[in-house]
């Protein structure tokens, strides 16, 4: 079991920078295949990014404004987010895949094992 806590989210104005974090759980946290996934309001949850061991992918809607990285000692993937827009108000989940498999596309949900509860990322206009 692994367990997940995301923090870092709230209200802020478009244009500015916030970093969410998640927390996780066990004891091989340096080998998870760990994802950030979001929920704008009324729609389907999407992709945001993923991160296993130094590679990552951005979708395309936040790339050149985001960048996930993590830091295996505190067992913490985090999400920096810079200009901000209100587009990119959602629930933002992490979530973490235990083990990595070649062939598998860690931009579909599915592929992933845990989730957090979610954090609330509002931005203003």
């Known amino acids: 079991q692994v367990l997940l806590l995301e923090s870092g989210g709230g209200l802020v104005q478009a244009g500015v920078s916030l970093r969410l974090s998640c927390a996780a759980s066990?004891?091989?946290?340096?080998?998870?295949?760990m994802g950030w996934y979001r929920q704008p309001p009324g729609k389907e949850r999407e992709f945001v990014a993923f991160?296993?061991?130094?590679?990552?992918v951005y979708a395309d809607s936040v790339k050149d404004r985001f960048t996930i990285s993590r830091d295996n000692a505190k067992n913490t993937v985090y999400l920096q987010m810079n200009s901000l827009k209100p587009e990119d108000t959602a629930v933002y989940y992490c979530?973490?895949?235990?083990?990595?498999?070649?062939?598998?596309?860690?931009?579909?949900?599915?592929?992933?094992?845990?989730w957090g509860q979610g954090t609330q990322v509002t931005v203003s206009s």
């Open positions: 979530a973490a895949a235990t083990k990595y498999y070649s062939g598998r596309d860690y931009r579909q949900d599915r592929n992933y094992d845990y």
């Open positions: 066990g004891r091989t946290f340096s080998s998870y295949v």
């Open positions: 991160i296993w061991t130094a590679n990552t």
